[in-house]
Structures are given as structure tokens and as C-alpha cells.
């Protein structure tokens, strides 16, 4: 995919954690930075393209969309195809977003979705980045706006490809021969993965001597670990496919709102 600029960046603070903020790039986190550490990987230190660095929002959809084609209340639609021949994370993650507050410790960020072929339905979206001296919390939002409209969120951490991983889902969605996840669940396999599980409990990170504990009240978590750089570690609303596979509606006016939490330990 194309590379993408940070443009400005903001920060928040609080003590020994700084969290840089690239609202012009996809309102994503372009570092998180802890004691010196850097826990993301960073814009240009192996690909500047657009989907291959920071941390960003999956809006309004997470993951792919086969072949970019879903039917929703009875149409058919066909999305604008971003890789391969498919479209994936939504439009969020290269969209500038518009800071709407911003404290030393926290932001808020927001964005209008198009109503064109990339996207047909329009609504909004936001975000909430917060910190503590050993915490950063995200609030992600979705509202619908006049029309009503299928929608599933999400973020996409690339963290530097940690020292230890404690991860133990509950089932996984088995992918088929265009990669795309399916159903039935089944028993989760043996990694590397790239693939959406569902998960209950917290992942745990060790980075150059820090530990990390990730949770949300998303219960599918995408992981991809399959090369050696980095390792994305993604809670999404619902599955990839999800438009296809178990479509969720929002109404208009009414919204879907996420958590995720990075702690410190």
C-alpha cells in the first residue's frame, strides 16, 4: 500500500510514558515510548506504507472484507478494494482525523466517515487516548449517522516484536485458501499466526525488560506474529468478515463503543 507521512505530532504525558499522536496520519499513535523504550514499530524503520506502522483505528470495519462485497437490509454493495482483492481496516486508519480537546495527558480525536465508494453509509467516529504514569487507555467510537449501517471497530497495534507473549484464547476462526476467516470455530492451533480468536483474558508482553498487560471488552483479538520485526495484537468489535459472517447494524443515531487498555505491570 501507499506510504503515509505522520505529519505534526502531538504527545501526551505522564511521567515516564509519552504517547506521540499523528492525527493527520490516520488520527493512529505513531509511538508509545515508556523509560526510553519504544514499543511500536515507527514510521520508516522498515516500510513508511500506511498500514504497516504505529497504532491505528479499524473503522468502520476491522480486519478484510471479501473481496470488498457484502449484502446489507437487502442490497449489495462492493467496497473500494485497498489490498489485493480485498478491502481491509476499514478507512479511518488513512483519513486525517481533527483534534477536538487535548490535555497534557490526554486527547480527543474525531472523524466524518465519507459517503462514497469507499465507504456508503457516512457517520462518525472518535477516539479518547488517556494516560497514566503506567497506563494508556483508548475509547473508540462508531455512530451512525442518517442511515443505518453495519459496523465493527477496532485497533492495530504493530509492537515491537516482544520477548515473551502470554496469549490463551478460547477458539480460533479457521481462514480458508484466500486467508479470510470462516466458521465454525475451532480449537485454536499452534501459532504463527494470522488469525481472529476469540479471547477472555488479558495478553501479556515483555519488551526489553517491561511487561505489558493488554485487555478490552472486545472479545475477538486478531494476532500476527508471523514475522520477526513485529507483532500485532488486535481487539476488534467483531471478526474479520464480519459483514459477511455475523453482521452487527447500527441504527441511526446509535453508536458502538470500545476499551483498550495497555498497563504497566
Known amino acids: 500500500m501507499a506510504p503515509l507521512d505522520t505529519g505534526p505530532l502531538i504527545e501526551i504525558r505522564r511521567g515516564s510514558l509519552v504517547v506521540a499522536i499523528a492525527p493527520q496520519a490516520g488520527g493512529r499513535i505513531a509511538q508509545i515510548r515508556r523509560q526510553g523504550v519504544d514499543h511500536l514499530v515507527g514510521h520508516g524503520e522498515s516500510t513508511a506504507a500506511v498500514i504497516a506502522w504505529g497504532s491505528f483505528p479499524m473503522v468502520p470495519w476491522a480486519g478484510r472484507i471479501r473481496e470488498g462485497r457484502f449484502g446489507f437490509q437487502g442490497r449489495s454493495y462492493q467496497l473500494l478494494r485497498n489490498l489485493g482483492s480485498h478491502a481491509i481496516h476499514g478507512v479511518g486508519f488513512a483519513m486525517p482525523w481533527s483534534v477536538t480537546r487535548q490535555e497534557a495527558a490526554f486527547v480527543e480525536l474525531a472523524l466524518s ?3 462514497d465508494e469507499s465507504w456508503p453509509f457516512g457517520g462518525s467516529a472518535q477516539q479518547r487516548l488517556a494516560v497514566t504514569a503506567d497506563r494508556l487507555e483508548m475509547t473508540l467510537s462508531v455512530r451512525a449517522g442518517r442511515l443505518p449501517m453495519p459496523a465493527v471497530i477496532g485497533w492495530h497495534p504493530w509492537f515491537r516484536k516482544p520477548d515473551r507473549m502470554s496469549f490463551s ?27 481472529c480468536f476469540i479471547n477472555h483474558d488479558p495478553v501479556l508482553l515483555e519488551l526489553s525488560g517491561q511487561q505489558l498487560r493488554l485487555s478490552s471488552d472486545c472479545q475477538h483479538w486478531v494476532v500476527y506474529d508471523a514475522t520477526a520485526a513485529a507483532t500485532c495484537i488486535e481487539p476488534q468489535s467483531g471478526s474479520p468478515d464480519a459483514f459477511n459472517l455475523a453482521p452487527a447494524t447500527l441504527e441511526p443515531g446509535t453508536a458502538i463503543e470500545r476499551k483498550f487498555l495497555i498497563e504497566w505491570l
Open 113 to 115: 466517515l465519507p459517503q
Open 169 to 195: 484464547p478460547a477458539h480460533m476462526f479457521p481462514r480458508d485458501e484466500q486467508g479470510i476467516a470462516t466458521l465454525p470455530l475451532q480449537e485454536p492451533l499452534p501459532g504463527p499466526w494470522d488469525d
